[in-house]
Structures are given as C-alpha cells and as structure tokens.
C-alpha cells in the first residue's frame, strides 16, 4: 500500500485528474471553487469531468472568485445549457447563488465545512454541517440530491474528495493544503464502488457497498497504516482500481 500510494501520489497523476482543473489556478479562492465544482461533477469518464468543469471555468472568464462575487443576472444566461449527467442549470445556478451568498460574508469556502464543535475523530460533523448550510437559503427540491450527507449513509465520495484536496499536506505534489481548521487526520476516505472492491479484495472491507458505513471502516483501516495521513491511501486503491484493474 505505501508503495503503491507513493507511485500514484506524484504530479504525473494530476494531468488525467479532475483535480488539473484547481491546479490551474493559484488564488486561494479560485483553487477553491475550481475545486469545489470539479468535485461535485466527479461521477462518469474522467474526461468528460474534465472538460466540463474547465467549460465551467471559461464561463466564469477563468475568474470564478471575480465571477462568483460579481455577477450580475444577466451573466447567468451562459449557464442556462449546462448539464452534466443529472446535474443540469438549475442545480448550477443554485450552486452559484449559493457561492455567492457564502464569499459576500466570508473569505474561504472552508468555513461553510466548520461546525460550532469541531473536535472530532473524523469529519462527519462537518459533512453534516455544510449540508445543512448549503441548504439552509430557499433552494430548488431536485438540487438536494447534489450534495451528500452522512445522514443518509452516503460514502459522500465526491465531498470527501474535494475535503482531501484542501485539506492534506503533500508537499506540493498533488493535495493543495490550503485548509487548516481541519486535519488530515479526521479525512474519510472517498469510497466509491471501485475503492471498495480493492478494499475487499484486499481484506481491508468485508463488502463492496458504498456507503458513509463503509468509508469510516475502511479509514479505520488506514488508519493502522499511518494515524495521521490515512487518505493518502485513496491513490493507492485509486490506482490498483483504475489502473491496475485490481478491482
């Protein structure tokens, strides 16, 4: 496992990654929203991921903290035909209400991930938090889907990624680092149905259900292998999973 998360971990990984897309940028805030929307659109080929999250990008004048703070109604008509997979321009312009009602009060997006009571072992508190702030301004009912919580026993896949993106010090390499409140040692694994059928084939699960259950279990394990980075470990189930096809 540490040879295989240290041949992955490296930043030949970045370029095939939806992670190219915030590495573009170096403004804390555009690394963030970059982030954040590569994340939420990470389901599919990771191509497609890609391209949509940079068509995002180009949209918001490859600019998105100047866009997102800035905008006018009129500036949205652009979005009106996006769709990726199920998330289509009334999820995305929620999300960019949203982003803009979050940056008017605050100068990182990593606040809307901090509850009141932030000692705990893992992020879940955190997960549940954000879900709640996310939704807690008049949003559209079908847009709920978009964004997971431990609540419903979701793997929160895609949240748990971005979370690893800011959040995990890699010395350049891969991971930003940007957020500090939280500590690479409280990350979730992002478990997905190829991550799970690693683990398992690995004896680290005993299932290949995705779900919120799972991922904490699975971290525990990780977390055997090194207490204070576990998710460094994603690259390697990563990797045996799509690249190796272990899974």
Same mark, same amino acid.
């Given at each position: 496992?540490?040879?295989?998360?240290?041949?992955?971990?490296?930043?030949? *990984?970045?370029?095939?990654? /939806?992670?190219?897309?915030?590495?573009? *940028?170096?403004?804390?805030?555009?690394?963030?929203?970059?982030?954040?929307?590569?994340?939420?659109?990470? @389901?599919?080929?990771?191509?497609?991921?890609?391209? &949509?999250?940079?068509? !995002?990008? =180009?949209?918001?004048?490859? =600019?998105?903290?100047?866009?997102?703070t800035r905008h006018e109604e009129t500036d949205l008509k652009r979005f009106l035909s996006f769709a990726h997979r199920t998330f289509?321009?009334?999820?995305?312009?929620?999300? !960019?209400?949203?982003?803009?009602?979050?940056? =008017?009060?605050?100068?990182?997006? %990593?606040?809307?991930?901090?509850?009141?009571?932030?000692?705990?072992?893992?992020?879940?508190?955190?997960?549940?938090?954000?879900?709640?702030?996310?939704?807690?301004?008049?949003? /559209?009912?079908?847009?709920?889907?978009?964004?997971?919580?431990? !609540?419903?026993?979701?793997?929160?896949?895609? !949240?748990?990624?971005?979370?690893?993106?800011? $959040?995990?010090?890699?010395?350049?390499? $891969?991971?930003?680092?940007? @957020?500090?409140?939280?500590? /690479?040692?409280?990350?979730?694994?992002?478990?997905?149905?190829? $991550?799970?059928? $690693?683990?398992?084939?690995?004896?680290?699960?005993? &299932?290949?259900?995705? &779900?919120?259950? &799972?991922?904490?279990?699975?971290?525990?394990?990780?977390?055997?292998?090194?207490?204070?980075?576990?998710?460094?470990?994603? *690259?390697?189930?990563?990797?045996?999973?799509? %690249?190796?096809?272990?899974?």
């Amino acid at each position: 496992m540490d040879d295989r998360a240290a041949f992955y971990n490296q930043p030949r *990984f970045i370029a095939a990654d /939806p992670i190219s897309v915030p590495h573009r *940028f170096t403004r804390r805030q555009d690394i963030e929203i970059a982030g954040f929307f590569s994340a939420i659109l990470a @389901w599919g080929r990771r191509t497609t991921i890609i391209n &949509n999250a940079n068509r !995002l990008m =180009a949209w918001m004048d490859e =600019a998105p903290y100047e866009f997102i703070t800035r905008h006018e109604e009129t500036d949205l008509k652009r979005f009106l035909s996006f769709a990726h997979r199920t998330f289509n321009a009334t999820d995305l312009l929620y999300f !960019l209400h949203f982003l803009k009602a979050h940056f =008017a009060q605050n100068d990182s997006l %990593e606040t809307a991930f901090l509850p009141l009571e932030t000692e705990s072992q893992d992020i879940t508190p955190h997960l549940i938090h954000f879900h709640r702030y996310f939704f807690s301004i008049e949003h /559209p009912q079908r847009t709920l889907k978009h964004v997971a919580t431990p !609540l419903r026993n979701s793997a929160c896949k895609r !949240l748990c990624m971005f979370l690893r993106w800011m $959040v995990r010090q890699d010395e350049g390499k $891969v991971d930003f680092g940007l @957020w500090k409140h939280i500590s /690479p040692a409280q990350l979730i694994c992002p478990l997905d149905v190829h $991550v799970a059928g $690693v683990a398992r084939r690995l004896g680290l699960l005993d &299932n290949e259900k995705s &779900n919120w259950q &799972n991922a904490r279990a699975l971290t525990a394990q990780l977390r055997l292998l090194d207490p204070e980075d576990p998710v460094k470990y994603d *690259f390697a189930l990563f990797g045996l999973g799509a %690249e190796e096809k272990m899974s």
